[in-house]
């Protein structure tokens, strides 16, 4: 429901570029990482090839996935472990609350079962999530302490932020919030997070 991009029309979402392109705006904006968005890059049908150029440049990537996906392309042997290759996987907090902001049940239970055969293969797995009103501190630690049992190696934040294509308009986070939730959401912090 946060999510913009789906509100482009389908003409739009299905524009790609070629592997070609994107290895040329690498190499000419020279950064040492690549983050890859989405909606959802594994869709993209040479995601694999694209992953395994940037690999080669030794550019640090970073792969957005939802994870629905991710656990097939690893049985199809698309990616090889690499220190230059994370997956960073959208999770919005534990299951309740996932699958409410992604609108459908069951993908938490998806994206953790991806997160575990990516880890168990040797590959890098973050985490990033996206905080919107109603969140609640407490249940987020809980998150926290989830994602570190299940060994990612780190997990980024952020609030949720209004803009005009999402079709959810209501529960944004103004800043006073933001800063009262983030507050009580990281006092004390555990060092293992």
């Known amino acids: 429901a946060g999510c913009g991009k789906i509100q482009y029309p389908a003409q739009i979402l299905k ?6 392109q994107c290895l ?16 959802e890059p594994l869709m993209y049908p040479e995601i694999g090839r694209l992953v395994k150029e940037l690999v080669a440049r030794r550019k640090y990537v ?15 042997g698309l990616f090889e472990p690499s220190t230059y290759l994370s997956f960073s996987v959208h999770m919005d907090g534990l299951r309740e609350e996932h699958d409410e902001a992604v609108c459908r049940d069951g993908v938490f239970d998806e994206a953790v079962g991806a997160i575990r055969e ?12 996206t905080l919107f009103d109603g969140a609640n ?13 299940l060994g990612v190696e780190g ?7 209004s803009y005009s294509k999402a079709p959810d308009q209501e529960h944004f986070l103004l800043q006073s919030r933001t ?10 912090p555990k060092k293992r997070w």
């Open 15 to 20: 524009k790609h570029l070629t592997v070609e």
């Open 24 to 39: 040329a705006a690498v190499d000419e904006c020279g950064a040492p990482m690549v983050s890859i968005p989405g909606g």
């Open 62 to 76: 970073y792969l957005c996935t939802n994870a629905v996906l991710l656990q097939a392309k690893l049985e199809d």
């Open 118 to 129: 990516a880890l168990r293969r040797g590959f890098r797995v973050t985490t990033n999530t």
């Open 137 to 149: 501190p407490l249940r987020m630690r809980e998150f926290f302490d989830a994602m570190m049992d």
């Open 155 to 161: 997990m980024m934040i952020s609030p949720g932020y």
């Open 179 to 188: 800063h009262e939730l983030f507050a009580r959401m990281l006092s004390k």
